[in-house]
Nanobody, 127 residues
């Protein structure tokens, strides 16, 4: 049974940092592309960052220079380090898994390419 379980969300003031984690099980994690997506109320889901099995990464413009995606293939865990947080980063953050090198194909931040999804963790940034 595939499971993606996010943690690390919470409330923080603008300028602060959070580190999200996503624990994966039930599939061959180390061969999958992994991504972080977010959705704020009334807005479309946005691909924040993604990382292929080989470490190749892609970021949304809004995340570049502030967020870092990484993966630990020994722990089957995905991370998103978020620094210099802004109120506009407030959203539900979800991790997802895709069976293919989506970043290499330029598809890493496109949700329809992802097979498995977690339930999400809420991030709230106050000004």
């Amino acid at each position: 049974q595939v499971q993606l379980v996010e943690s690390g969300g919470g409330s923080v003031q603008a300028g602060g940092s959070l580190r999200l984690s996503c624990a994966a099980s039930g599939f061959n994690y180390r061969s999958y592309c992994m991504g972080w997506f977010r959705q704020a109320p009334g807005k479309e889901r946005e691909g924040v960052a993604a990382i292929d099995f080989d470490g190749r990464t892609t970021y949304a413009d809004s995340a570049k220079g502030r967020f870092t995606i990484s993966r630990d293939n020994t722990k089957n865990t995905l991370y998103l380090q978020m620094n210099s947080l802004k109120p506009e980063d407030t959203a539900m953050y979800s991790c997802a898994a895709s069976s293919g090198p989506r970043v290499r194909y330029g598809q890493g931040r496109v949700s329809r390419w992802y097979n498995y999804w977690g339930q999400g963790t809420q991030v709230t940034v106050s000004s």
